[in-house]
């Protein structure tokens, strides 16, 4: 929402997260994705700087041209994180998988030592693909390879949810807002990005069941597993396979498995409904808590 790009749902994901006191955000990383790392790391920067949360520990992550298994200050703070909180760290990914492989790649207790995984990402629909797992397939299957417990939220889930310009408005007299909330001056670029988003899906085509009237709030949904699990439904343990080209296959299967086109695959948990109505009323709730300072957000 602070700088260039095609999305607002990072920023939004974490705003929520930082209005939700089930959760303690460790650390931040940052990588390219909808806008060139550079951009995305000063977007990280300036929102925690206008929450009043600079304490969090950020950090810097790959580029579109560095996809492969150097270690990164990302990769390395993920590294620390986890070393210095054995067993007590869920990892969040919003974007491209770079930074988790090249952590994975750096310390392969990584695996061990991490409580578990969400990964925005992947498609429930077979043989298509999504932005994060497209961009770097090698480590996206690496990732998938590792024994760490992981939950995917694919994009055909969040597609039947939709972020509307009246929704927006109604963030102003929800019985939580606050005259200072962080997101209220975002409400204007909130509602445009809503009516072109709705434009762009609707040219683009919809599948059944897809939300409409505005934008689907991705990242943000990723981040309500964290939050509140029981808004997921119709849950499964899925081998959930990458080709090549980023394209998803699945199988029910829950054993570990190997196929010569995509290597070892870890089961993953993959929930097949969310609950709309109680999802956007939740990420409604947390968005609007007043900018507070570091000592009353948990």
Known sequence: MLTWGFEVDDDLALLFLLGSPE??????????????????????????????????????????FSRDSR??????????????????VTLLTLGPLTNLAAALAAWPALEDQAAGLVIMGGRSREGLSDFNVRADPASARRVLASRIPKVAITIDLCLTVCVTARWIDGLSSHPSSHPDSVVFPF???????????DRFRAMQGRVPEQATGGFHPWDAIAAAWLVDPTLFGDLRDVTLSIDAKGRSSLSERTERTERADVGLVERTRMPFTVDSGRFLALFAERLVRARLPPSTLV
């Open 187 to 197: 409400a204007p670029t909130l509602r445009r990005f809503a009516h072109w988003q």
């Open 71 to 88: 270690p990164t200050p990302a990769s390395r703070l993920i590294v620390e994180t986890v070393r210095r909180y054995p067993g007590e």
């Open 23 to 64: 959760v303690e955000i460790s650390a931040i990383t940052t990588t390219y994705g909808n806008s060139l790392g550079a951009l995305t790391h000063r977007d990280a920067t300036r929102l925690l700087e206008s929450c009043g949360r600079t304490e969090i520990p950020l950090a810097r992550g790959a580029g579109f």
